[in-house]
């Protein structure tokens, strides 16, 4: 001991409890004394008090007998080693006194970081009720982990620390990963260099991200991936190879999708890399929930943006599965999930028992219906002399009401020109019916088609043509064709053609059609408007002595195609008026409507094919509706046959109003002859100035002259057909 102007000093060993101090600078105070030991050490106890350890070098030292404590400090960069097995040390301060000892500063074990205002250190153990954890890389270049104001417990013999949060979830942060979560607990394996994490709270509905946080909260703090977020209640940290393992993950948010991870693993990689999921599920969008994806390889890297592949269930109505495999699931610019995939001709692959497909096929979140970019080929039928092609189309497709669009101009993937309908050859002259087939030409003409969409009709067995509208009512404007899977009757219904060129002479045939392949039978009912350049006066004649034939049956409007042809021409509103002024007044009230007036307006006439002589022949009596403006609504006896040749088309029309009262009118290659046994009709035409009875036609049609015929040829037309 030395006394002098720096105070009492002294040097030697300082000993008190379970700690020993050697020093040879001692200073003494009236109640402490301090001193700088060259050697420090506490000796471990697991009887009380329990102490741990401790070890150091030039070590702060302060003794104060009256609060029974002694302080040791490191000093100058000189950290205490503690719990020397464990690579352990504090940067600090401990408080040794016979009831136990406690500390502060930060604790440094291997890898990690506690930092506390007051430790309980005991022989094995260090507890703290409020600290900060943080653990840095094995080579501690880099921050992984770190989180405040937790419960710490260690215990090294079983080398584990625990961490529990004092205010519900702790702030986490893992700046390798660029993630940051919300915890509640913690558990450090030392040996494994591994952290498992676990939240109990159930926590609130997070609106803003869409997230229910009943376990922790995940967010992406990489500024590439907007704030991607998920939530699991349990995680594991794996500290040397930097990975994030997450585990009981229900989903992740991405875009407008959930993604279900098949294990309920979600693993984080450094960088804020998330590992590609297998066997996933996606379901798209989370809203609507319209789109279920499975077997789903996916790899998520933002809030807004990820790539996948899968499979997808389509369930036809008959509730039947087939499965689609879509290579490319993305979201789109407005963040819509899409998915497109290809369906090849080998899977055997059907929208529904009766629609054969192949093709791309694309998903939209927000639609509940796929779009299908493909080919289709009827696969209800085996009607022979019907083959079963590919059509091809685009459409968003219900499986539960099947309607696919058929355009005016049908191909298949190639470009071959499909048909649907009555087909005219014009090699050979003759019909045959095509229904989503290949045409035997493309120059052959469409008799009677229909575009709008195709649907089956399962009740009567039937594929059907038509616009939306007429396919749930046949009354209504528009063409229709129909094809019976059971006896392979074809029906059209509407405006149709009959395949022949009569130049400034245009026929507008509105009606009924029915084919039977099986036989080759044709038969057509018929409104037909007919219309060239003539001398009306004669047709005035006409219609003067159609009125003085009052014994002449009227039209029969219930089984005449008239009520159809007017709903074609002029429409519901106007065809509703007429209808119902006819069947009160038996004639339209007030002026014709300009679109009925023809030079002959038939309103009712039946045809037959007839396969003899290549021709569309008339059967049973005529209705005539109306002479240019003057209504008529009369049935006649008479004979129309109708040729398409290679010399020239033709048509024949012979009107009786009794056996000794005829009209006839022929065309043929530009030339109308006309003859009637009313004398005064046919002079109007012989008196007509030559120059008045020529037309020239337009490029491409032949020009137009009438003239007087013969009854020499009348007569041989009427008796043809006797």
């Not at 000796?43 to 040791?72: C, H, M, N, R, W």
């Not at 270049?141 to 104001?149: G, I, L, Q, V």
């Not at 063409?479 to 400034?504: A, K, P, R, W």
Request: proline share 3%; with cysteine.
């Amino acid at each position: 001991i030395r006394l002098s102007n720096k105070g009492l000093k002294g040097s030697g060993d300082i000993d008190f409890v379970t700690s020993h101090a050697e020093s040879t600078e001692i200073t003494f105070f009236p109640d402490a004394l301090n001193a700088v030991a060259e050697v420090y050490h506490n000796e471990p106890s697991e009887s009380k008090p329990q102490v741990p350890i401790i070890d150091g070098s030039t070590v702060y030292v302060s003794y104060i007998p009256a609060q029974k404590v002694l302080f040791a400090s490191a000093y100058k960069g000189n950290e205490l080693v503690m719990f020397p097995d464990s690579a352990s040390s504090l940067d600090g301060r401990i408080a040794l006194r016979p009831e136990g000892m406690t500390g502060e500063g930060t604790f440094y074990i291997e890898n990690g970081e506690v930092l506390s205002n007051l430790f309980k250190f005991k022989h094995h153990i260090i507890d703290a009720d409020t600290a900060e954890f943080k653990l840095r890389t094995v080579d501690l270049d880099e921050m992984a982990f770190k989180t405040e104001n937790v419960n710490t417990h260690i215990n090294f013999n079983k080398r584990k620390g625990e961490f529990k949060s004092n205010e519900g979830e702790s702030y986490v942060q893992f700046p390798e990963n660029q993630y940051i979560c919300y915890m509640d607990q913690f558990n450090w394996l030392m040996d494994k260099d591994d952290l498992e994490m676990e939240s109990k709270d159930k926590g609130d509905v997070n609106i803003e991200t869409d997230l229910d946080l009943s376990g922790s909260n995940f967010f992406s703090i990489n500024p590439k991936q907007d704030s991607l977020s998920f939530k699991s209640p349990k995680a594991k940290f794996d500290v040397r190879k930097k990975i994030i393992t997450c585990e009981k993950v229900e989903y992740v948010t991405t875009a407008d999708a959930r993604v279900f991870p098949d294990s309920g693993i979600v693993i984080i990689r450094k960088k804020a890399k998330m590992e590609e999921f297998e066997n996933a599920k996606i379901l798209a969008n989370y809203i609507t929930k319209f789109h279920n994806i499975f077997d789903a390889k996916v790899e998520i890297t933002g809030k807004h943006s990820y790539t996948a592949s899968g499979y997808y269930n389509y369930v036809d109505e008959s509730q039947g599965q087939q499965k689609i495999y879509f290579s490319n699931i993305a979201p789109d610019t407005s963040l819509q999930t899409t998915a497109k995939g290809m369906v090849k001709e080998e899977s055997n692959f059907q929208l529904s028992p009766q629609f054969d497909y192949n093709g791309e096929v694309e998903m939209f979140a927000s639609k509940k219906e796929l779009t299908f970019r493909g080919e289709v080929r009827l696969s209800a039928h085996n009607c022979p002399g019907i083959e079963r092609n590919w059509m091809a189309f685009e459409a968003e497709i219900d499986p539960e009401n099947i309607y696919i669009p058929v355009s005016e101009s049908m191909t298949d993937s190639k470009g071959g020109s499909i048909g649907a309908g009555m087909i005219l050859n014009t090699d050979s002259t003759g019909l045959y019916s095509t229904f989503l087939s290949v045409k035997k030409s493309p120059k052959h003409i469409d008799v009677m088609t229909a575009n709008g969409f195709l649907k089956y009709d399962s009740k009567s067995r039937e594929y059907r043509i038509g616009t939306k509208d007429k396919l749930i009512e046949r009354s209504l404007p528009g063409n229709y064709v129909s094809l019976n899977t059971q006896n392979c009757i074809m029906v059209g219904d509407g405006e149709f053609n009959f395949g022949c060129d009569f130049g400034l002479m245009e026929l507008k045939p509105i009606g009924t059609m029915e084919y039977d392949p099986s036989k080759k039978d044709l038969t057509i009912k018929s409104s037909i408007s007919i219309k060239f350049p003539f001398n009306d006066a004669a047709f005035d004649k006409m219609d003067k002595q159609l009125g003085d034939f009052s014994e002449l049956p009227p039209l029969d409007f219930n089984n005449s195609t008239y009520e159809k042809s007017l709903r074609e021409i002029v429409g519901l509103e106007k065809s509703d008026k007429i209808i119902s002024d006819l069947s009160i007044y038996g004639k339209v009230k007030g002026k014709l409507p300009d679109e009925l007036v023809s030079q002959l307006y038939l309103a009712d006439v039946t045809f037959i094919w007839d396969k003899e002589r290549n021709a569309y022949v008339s059967k049973g009596k005529i209705g005539i509706a109306n002479v240019m403006k003057n209504q008529v609504f009369k049935q006649v006896d008479g004979q129309i046959a109708i040729y398409k040749r290679a010399t020239g088309d033709e048509i024949s029309i012979a009107l009786k109003l009794d056996e000794n009262t005829f009209y006839f009118f022929n065309y043929k290659r530009g030339l109308f002859q006309t003859f009637s046994t009313n004398e005064d009709y046919n002079n109007v035409i012989l008196e007509t100035k030559k120059d008045k009875t020529k037309f020239n036609a337009p490029k491409g049609k032949e020009d137009f002259q009438f003239m007087l015929g013969s009854k020499t040829k009348a007569i041989a037309f009427m008796r043809d057909f006797e």
